[in-house]
């Protein structure tokens, strides 16, 4: 039988651009290794008609940010009629707006830190709670724009209401919490296992420690009690379920064992296209889990589909 044609969909015009092109080469090169015939579609504003001339039976959706993570791609191909891998229209939306998502999965159980959305020219002078707290853009993802508020700080960093700040005007600033980073991928309707993320020489898990070789050191299973591990596993497929995700998805959390060693655990966001750079967490997640990187993406065009 005659393998799928598949169209990675990658770059487009997010800020995670350089991080999307990654995680589509990455994928195409495994795809065309399990024997996919592979487009490799770098996505412009004209990509409508470019999928109508290449005419794929599946689009990998390997975009990051905005456009490729928020619905927009998604509607598009619901419209072309091309399976697409991922989550659908309205779970991207949603997952994308970070406040939103975070008011859905408390809903269901799932314990989030205090927040509020405000326009970052409303932050001023004055502290918008008390610190420490951070600052981060409400749909932006791989960390860009996140300001770290330190309780020793007289006031906010200047920086989010000047013309540098280029992460749009509506921010969500959120109760900081201690402790240690931890993330669950979910596939279909599995959460599999929980790694805990290190970040070396950063002072947290930002940009270059996700995306630079050496930036962070990843412990997989994650060194927490069963209880904890657990824990994570059901919060990550709540979170999953209760946003409508499909496909592949990752929850981030934060673990605050200081004074405890079941201590506070709270959800930050769920990714719903996670990285498939050389340095993401999922595939090293899935290879744990007894799944290869090319059997990873195999099962991912299997499951594409549309209404998603």
């Given at each position: 039988?005659?393998?799928?044609?598949?169209?990675?969909?990658?770059?487009?015009?997010?800020?995670?651009?350089?991080?999307?092109?990654?995680?589509?080469?990455?994928?195409?090169?495994a795809?065309?290794?399990?024997?996919?015939?592979?487009s490799?579609?770098?996505?412009g504003?004209?990509?409508?008609?470019v999928?109508?001339?290449?005419?794929?039976?599946?689009?990998?959706?390997?975009?990051?940010?905005?456009?490729?993570e928020?619905?927009?791609?998604q509607?598009i191909?619901?419209?072309?009629?091309?399976?697409?891998?991922?989550?659908?229209?309205?779970?991207?939306?949603?997952?994308?707006?970070?406040?939103?998502?975070?008011?859905?999965?408390?809903?269901?159980?799932?314990?989030?830190?205090?927040?509020?959305?405000?326009?970052?020219?409303?932050?001023?002078?004055?502290?918008?709670?008390?610190?420490?707290?951070?600052?981060k853009?409400?749909?932006?993802?791989?960390?860009?724009?996140?300001?770290?508020v330190?309780?020793?700080?007289?006031?906010?960093?200047?920086?989010?209401?000047?013309?540098?700040?280029?992460?749009?005007?509506?921010?969500?600033?959120?109760?900081?919490?201690?402790?240690?980073?931890l993330?669950?991928?979910?596939?279909?309707?599995?959460?599999?296992?929980?790694?805990?993320?290190?970040?070396?020489?950063?002072?947290f898990?930002?940009?270059?420690?996700?995306?630079?070789?050496?930036?962070?050191k990843?412990?997989?299973?994650?060194?927490v009690?069963?209880?904890?591990?657990?824990?994570?596993?059901?919060?990550?497929?709540?979170?999953?379920?209760?946003?409508?995700?499909?496909?592949?998805?990752?929850?981030?959390?934060?673990?605050?064992?200081?004074?405890?060693?079941?201590?506070?655990?709270?959800?930050?966001?769920v990714?719903?296209?996670?990285?498939?750079?050389?340095?993401?967490?999922?595939?090293?997640?899935?290879?744990?889990?007894?799944?290869?990187?090319?059997?990873?993406?195999?099962?991912?065009?299997?499951?594409?589909?549309?209404?998603?």
């Open positions: 039988m005659a393998r799928k044609h598949v169209a990675v969909l990658m770059g487009g015009f997010s800020s995670e651009r350089p991080v999307s092109l990654s995680s589509g080469n990455a994928c195409a090169d795809l065309e290794a399990q024997g996919y015939q592979v490799r579609i770098d996505v504003r004209d990509v409508s008609s999928l109508a001339e290449v005419r794929p039976d599946v689009a990998f959706n390997a975009l990051h940010g905005p456009f490729g928020d619905g927009t791609i509607g191909l619901e419209y072309l009629e091309i399976p697409y891998t991922h989550s659908g229209v309205l779970a991207s939306a949603l997952a994308m707006d970070k406040q939103l998502a975070k008011e859905v999965v408390k809903a269901v159980g799932v314990p989030v830190a205090e927040s509020m959305v405000m326009s970052r020219f409303d932050i001023g002078s004055e502290h918008p709670m008390a610190a420490p707290y951070v600052v853009p409400v749909n932006e993802g791989s960390s860009f724009g996140v300001v770290i330190k309780e020793d700080q007289s006031n906010p960093p200047q920086v989010i209401g000047s013309s540098e700040w280029k992460y749009g005007d509506t921010v969500m600033v959120e109760r900081y919490v201690y402790g240690r980073e993330t669950c991928a979910v596939m279909g309707d599995q959460a599999l296992g929980v790694t805990e993320i290190v970040p070396l020489g950063h002072a898990y930002d940009y270059d420690s996700k995306y630079v070789a050496g930036g962070s990843h412990e997989c299973p994650a060194k009690s069963p209880f904890i591990y657990q824990k994570i596993q059901t919060l990550a497929l709540k979170a999953h379920q209760a946003i409508g995700c499909r496909g592949v998805s990752r929850s981030d959390f934060r673990f605050d064992d200081r004074h405890s060693e079941n201590g506070e655990l709270i959800w930050l966001e990714n719903t296209q996670p990285g498939m750079t050389p340095t993401s967490l999922v595939p090293e997640i899935a290879a744990a889990a007894g799944y290869s990187f090319g059997e990873l993406l195999s099962w991912m065009v299997e499951d594409a589909s549309c209404l998603r």
